[in-house]
């Protein structure tokens, strides 16, 4: 499943992370967005340690990046060198190995999607300005917006020279069978998304026109069902 | 019957939507409130307020029927159509016979026209000299709208802006562009809810938003909140 991963990715827009630097007073950023086939991809990452923050935190399944997620709320470390951190203390200690003294964690999602995550860091310690919190708020929720965008627009397979979406459906159409596959199949917003990328990959089609289906009743996520 | 005067229907359309904004106020309830006065009020077809999301796509908040059709003559003119010129230009953009006037927006013209639309009159939600979106309202005459007419469509617009837009907010762009992507984001969420709805109560997306808005209402909670229950399945509505 791997290069399927890789190929999913491949149109989202590895530039992303520009912003997040050319804005804030860090050292690195990366991103990571759930893509459909695998778990997650990383869009992009500025330098190795912004990889490598992410990567530890996802291999070890610990760390802010995780609290982030299930919060939906920022997670700001300032000083991440200090102090004790219950919650992930195999990852505090790793990161003491890195270049990372201050570590900015924000989630992307949209209503009861998660899109994915972005991960700051600085190599000094310190906290974000609220003026700079703000503005980290604001390029996330655009990060976001842009991720669902790519995601949904996406071909699997076609990569970047996909054609644009020339459906006329809105994404309307996209979130409320969201919200159909969600109770069809007893998961959560993200798993229903996920589980319509798939069918979208393996019969060829977008995620547009499968949420047509589903909308029109003529597509039904039922476990065992029609 | 009795004929009440319009004079009398627009101020009372605007007591109504002045005495929700005392309060803590539901924000969708009341935009909804708003599409349905102004279509009523104004003689329009159907209305859409339409705000732009941070990926420059039209998004619909609030219209008078929740189909697809209406969202889609809103929507699918992403980049080129009248409701989005209303929108960066923030000046009234009035399309008074859309067969006429519509082609340099073929795609918004043949939607348009397929739903019975013959005119458009679309009026940007501003704020001093930024634009953060628009008040669409179609009728199925073609003609523009009277002075009066176009004077209670910019007031309606207004009123939409203040609802989404808090005090605070007017005064600080950053705060302005959280708490527009917040209305936005909650709008995803509660298209999810409306899906379960559909779902679960074999009801079309229109029937679910009314039972959306239905439950929200008689358990004095916001249409958002109501949302969010359904989605982790708090509650069945």
Redesign the interface.
């Given at each position: 499943m791997g290069d399927d991963a890789d190929s999913m990715a491949e149109g989202l827009d590895a530039g992303l992370c520009t912003g997040f630097l050319e804005s804030l007073p860090i050292s690195g950023a990366a991103i990571s967005v759930f893509s459909g086939l695998a778990p997650e991809t990383m869009v992009c990452a500025s330098d190795s340690v912004a990889a490598k923050v992410d990567e530890l935190q996802f291999d070890l399944g610990e760390g802010p990046r995780w609290e982030a997620l299930r919060t939906r709320r920022p997670v700001l470390l300032p000083n991440v060198r200090r102090g004790r951190h219950a919650a992930w203390p195999v990852f505090a200690k790793s990161l003491l190995e890195l270049d990372v003294a201050a570590l900015f964690v924000f989630p992307l999602?949209?209503?009861?999607?998660d899109i994915g995550v972005v991960e700051l860091y600085s190599s000094e310690s310190g906290p974000l300005s609220p003026?700079e919190q703000?503005?980290a708020?604001?390029l996330a929720?655009?990060t976001t917006?842009?991720l669902?965008?790519q995601l949904l627009t996406l071909v699997p397979g076609d990569g970047a020279d996909a054609p644009p979406d020339a459906s006329?459906?809105?994404?309307?159409?996209v979130?409320?069978?969201?919200?159909?596959?969600?109770?069809?199949a007893g998961t959560t917003?993200r798993d229903a998304l996920l589980l319509m990328r798939a069918h979208a990959f393996a019969h060829g089609r977008t995620v547009r026109e499968v949420a047509r289906d589903v909308?029109g009743r003529s597509l039904d996520f039922t476990p065992g069902g029609g | 019957m009795a004929m009440i005067s319009r004079a009398g229907r627009v101020s009372a359309a605007f007591v109504k939507i002045a005495n929700t904004l005392v309060a803590d106020y539901d924000v969708f309830d009341l935009l909804h409130t708003l599409v349905d006065e102004s279509v009523g009020i104004l003689d329009a077809a159907a209305a859409g307020l339409v705000l732009v999301?941070?990926?420059g796509?039209l998004q619909?908040m609030a219209s008078t029927s929740e189909e697809?059709q209406l969202?889609?003559v809103l929507?699918?003119e992403a980049g080129a159509g009248p409701c989005v010129d209303c929108y960066r230009t923030g000046a009234v953009v009035t399309i008074d016979d859309i067969e006429a006037q519509g082609s340099p927006w073929p795609?918004f013209q043949s939607?348009a026209l397929s739903q019975g639309f013959r005119s458009l009159h679309a009026v940007p939600m501003r704020l001093r000299s930024r634009t953060i979106g628009a008040l669409n309202l179609f009728g199925h005459e073609t003609g523009p709208l009277t002075a009066d007419d176009a004077a209670i469509a910019q007031a309606f617009a207004d009123v939409a802006t203040i609802t989404l837009l808090q005090e605070r907010a007017a005064r600080e762009s950053?705060?302005i562009?959280?708490q527009l992507?917040h209305a936005?984001?909650?709008?995803?969420?509660?298209?999810?809810?409306?899906?379960?709805?559909?779902?679960?109560s074999n009801v079309d997306?229109n029937a679910a938003f009314a039972l959306l808005r239905g439950y929200a209402r008689a358990h004095n909670q916001t249409i958002y909140e109501t949302a969010?229950k359904i989605?982790?399945r708090k509650i069945t509505v």
């Open positions: 999602a949209l209503g009861a999607l003026a703000s503005t708020l604001q929720d655009a917006w842009r669902l965008r006329p459906l809105s994404r309307r159409e979130h409320q069978a969201t919200g159909m596959v969600l109770a069809q917003a909308v | 999301d941070p990926a796509d619909v697809s969202v889609e929507q699918l795609l939607s950053a705060l562009n959280e992507q936005l984001s909650s709008r995803i969420l509660i298209e999810q809810a409306k899906g379960v709805i559909a779902h679960t997306m969010d989605i982790t």
